[in-house]
Nanobody, 123 residues
């Protein structure tokens, strides 16, 4: 099973940028889809973005399309979430996730979760 550790969270103002990183260990990183979820205060954890095992295909929730970019580096067993034009509604704890496929990730069939990293966007 893949173990995941996120980093890169922080506090920014509206319009700012952050880049989240997720390093994986154990398992076979290149066999799994990687993605990101977030949980805003008082809300359930929700899907943000995912990338296929090869990195060739990505999918995003509508609210982040055009602003966020998900990617991965299989050689370094890392996944990334570049977040631009951040808005206060992007605030939350961001979790890295691994799943068998992107479709499984969209169904929240998650094989591994990271511990989460806080992102705070102030207006």
């Amino acid at each position: 099973q893949v173990q995941l550790v996120e980093s890169g969270g922080g506090s920014v103002q509206t319009g700012g940028s952050l880049r989240l990183s997720c390093v994986a260990s154990g398992g076979t990183f290149s066999d799994v889809a990687m993605g990101w979820f977030r949980q805003a205060p008082g809300k359930e954890r929700s899907f943000v973005a995912a990338v296929t095992w090869s990195g060739a295909n990505t999918v995003y929730t509508d609210s982040v399309k055009g602003r966020f970019t998900v990617s991965r580096d299989n050689a370094k067993t890392m996944a990334f979430l570049q977040m631009n034009s951040l808005k206060p509604e992007d605030t939350g704890v961001y979790y890295c996730a691994a799943a068998q496929t992107v479709a499984a990730m969209r169904r929240s069939e998650i094989a591994s979760w990271g511990q989460g990293t806080q992102v705070t966007v102030s207006s």
